[in-house]
């Protein structure tokens, strides 16, 4: 019996689970989508597209277990096996690439920051969001995931479907491209 | 023991010599990441303070990438996208119809 048609919950409790549970984290899930795809009517419309789908599967939903992880999942998805193709901006960089550089063990030592607290505190919020934003997708997804949205690695590596070392790994090499990125910024705008 | 706590425990070892000093700060701050993330269990985190405590190079490694963490994550919470108006009903009525 697949999913959808595995009948749990009666109409009503369909539509308790989606309200109470779903749609509390509507402003988070557009504020990820937001930043996947840097497009407001974009990151609309993979919001609604994760919520049919969440509506549509909502019987595979265990109540009371964690729907915030299990929306981002779905979204996650979904911007990677259909929303990308069709995205306005196509994916200018080949993240497979990306990826197998900075997993590789050697990496650390090709990336040194020497940024500091006060460096970070004289920048103003959007030239911070402007240099999560220039990360590839899956190093801003970790950090999105983390740090704003305060997913823990174990809900982290079943929202990327990727092993809770990997998820280690990934976030660490992530805030030290940031860091980086951030570096550069303040050298560049004079920042001591 | 999970993969985790193991791979704390032995990325601990190498972050310092015989004489216990400080020797590898890159391999530290991956220790200091897990701390700071809340993902040290409770013998690797007793472990580290323990060291923080003892140890000023240490310490001081640990109170900058603090610091940068903190402020990172406080400025990006304060640039949230807002979310256009309309989107929740939105939602509401393309499930009901």
Redesign the interface.
């Known amino acids: 019996m697949s999913e959808e048609s595995a009948k749990k919950y009666t109409e009503k409790e369909q539509n308790e689970v989606?309200d109470g549970e779903f749609?509390p984290h509507?402003?988070s899930m557009?504020?990820f989508a937001?930043?996947l795809t840097f497009d407001?009517d974009d990151?609309?419309d993979l919001?609604?597209d994760t919520?049919?789908k969440a509506?549509r599967f909502i019987n595979s939903f265990e109540r009371g277990t964690n729907a915030k992880a299990w929306l981002f999942r779905i979204l996650k998805n979904s911007f990677i096996n259909e929303f990308r193709k069709k995205s306005k901006q196509p994916a200018k960089v080949d993240y497979n690439e990306i990826e197998s550089y900075y997993n590789s063990d050697d990496v650390?030592?090709n990336i040194?920051t020497d940024?500091?607290?006060e460096t970070?505190?004289h920048?103003?919020?959007?030239e911070?969001?402007g240099a999560?934003n220039a990360l590839p997708v899956d190093f801003r997804t970790v950090i999105i995931l983390?740090?704003?949205e305060g997913f823990?690695?174990e809900e982290m590596a079943k929202i990327l479907d990727i092993?809770?070392?990997t998820v280690?790994s990934r976030?660490?090499r992530a805030?030290n491209m940031?860091?980086e990125k951030l570096e550069g910024y303040a050298k560049e705008m004079g920042y001591k | 023991m999970s993969?985790?706590s193991h791979?704390f425990e032995e990325t601990f070892k190498d972050c310092y010599c015989a004489e216990n000093n400080l020797v590898d700060r890159?391999?530290f701050?991956?220790l200091v990441?897990?701390v700071l993330?809340?993902?040290a269990d409770e013998k690797s985190r007793a472990l580290f303070e323990e060291k923080i405590r003892t140890c000023i190079s240490s310490n001081s490694c640990f109170e900058?990438e603090k610091?940068?963490?903190n402020?990172?994550?406080t400025?990006?919470?304060?640039?949230?996208?807002e979310?256009?108006s309309g989107?929740?009903q939105?939602?509401?009525n393309?499930?009901s119809s």
């Open positions: 989606f749609m509507v402003d557009y504020s937001y930043r407001e990151a609309k919001v609604q919520y049919l509506f650390d030592s040194t940024l500091r607290v970070v505190q920048m103003i919020g959007d911070i969001s999560l983390s740090d704003l823990t690695y092993p809770i070392g280690r976030l660490h805030r940031l860091k | 993969d985790i791979w890159a391999k701050k991956e990441q897990l993330d809340d993902e900058d610091g940068i963490l402020a990172i994550r400025k990006l919470a304060d640039c949230k996208s979310m256009p989107l929740a939105s939602i509401k393309s499930i």
